[in-house]
């Protein structure tokens, strides 16, 4: 079971069930007491936190979490050192036992170089952190666009029917910078319409799922790791 809530401006928090063992994780830690606040609600106990990266918005309520649950923290082994309380550490492709789940970590490097997203086969879904938005993509702060090209077809190599959980929503803003670079794509309009109809009844565009990001999203669209930059450096002016 996955439930999702607003967090910080434009953060999600995710808490991911496994309902036979009743283990329970948080997908990043962008704000500790407000996740603390949906446990409670929630009647649960949190034992693990999976962190996609490094960034204060996703790691900043670790140690606060740490220390009240007594939660085991998972992270990327090339970002140990970023990972704040960081206990497992997990190399790229590796399964880690979440009960009866298996949880692969894919290392997406090209946001941050130590980034990874969390695959649920169990639930048909996928943690992409700050790879991939709604029909966006993260910023390349520490990767090359190849870097951040390779990391999005790991992603789209993942079964269409997939839901994408995007660490924050920016949806409405992405949608306004896609249909300038595909402006005939009618399944593109149809997503920002439908975007913009949720945003306007306070109900959140995520999950996404594989298949909407292939027709939808201009970066998961690009053909070469050149046009990804090219398509990157307008949004960055957008
Ligand atoms: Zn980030």
Do not use: W
């Not at 990043?28 to 996609?52: C, M, V, W």
């Amino acid at each position: 079971m996955i439930t999702l809530f607003p967090c910080l401006n434009d953060n999600y928090g995710f808490l991911l069930v496994e309902p036979e063992s009743g283990l329970c994780a948080t997908i990043d830690t962008p704000d500790g007491a407000q996740i603390a606040k949906e446990l409670d609600r929630s009647g649960l106990t949190l034992t693990h936190i999976f962190n996609t990266h490094h960034h204060y918005d996703h790691v900043d309520g670790n140690l606060f979490l740490k220390e009240k649950y007594g939660a085991i923290i998972v992270g990327a082994q090339v970002d140990e050192k970023r990972i704040p309380g960081i206990d497992i550490a997990l190399s790229d492709g590796e399964v880690f036992k979440f009960g009866a789940y298996d949880i692969q970590m894919i290392h997406t490097p090209g946001h941050t170089l130590g980034h990874c997203a969390y695959y649920v086969p169990d639930e048909k879904s996928v943690f992409v952190g700050d790879t991939i938005f709604v029909m966006g993509c993260g910023k390349i702060f520490e990767g090359t666009p190849a870097q951040m090209f390779d990391s999005i077809a790991k992603l789209a190599a993942l079964p269409a029917d997939t839901k994408v959980y995007c660490a924050h929503e920016y949806t409405v803003s992405n949608a306004a910078f896609a249909i300038t670079i595909e402006p005939d794509n009618q399944d593109l309009q149809s997503a920002v319409k439908a975007a913009k109809t949720l945003r306007a009844n306070g109900r959140p565009t995520i999950p996404t799922t594989i298949a909407t990001e292939k027709r939808t999203n201009p970066f998961m669209r690009a053909k070469t790791a050149e046009k990804l930059a090219e398509i990157r450096a307008a949004k960055d002016r957008f």
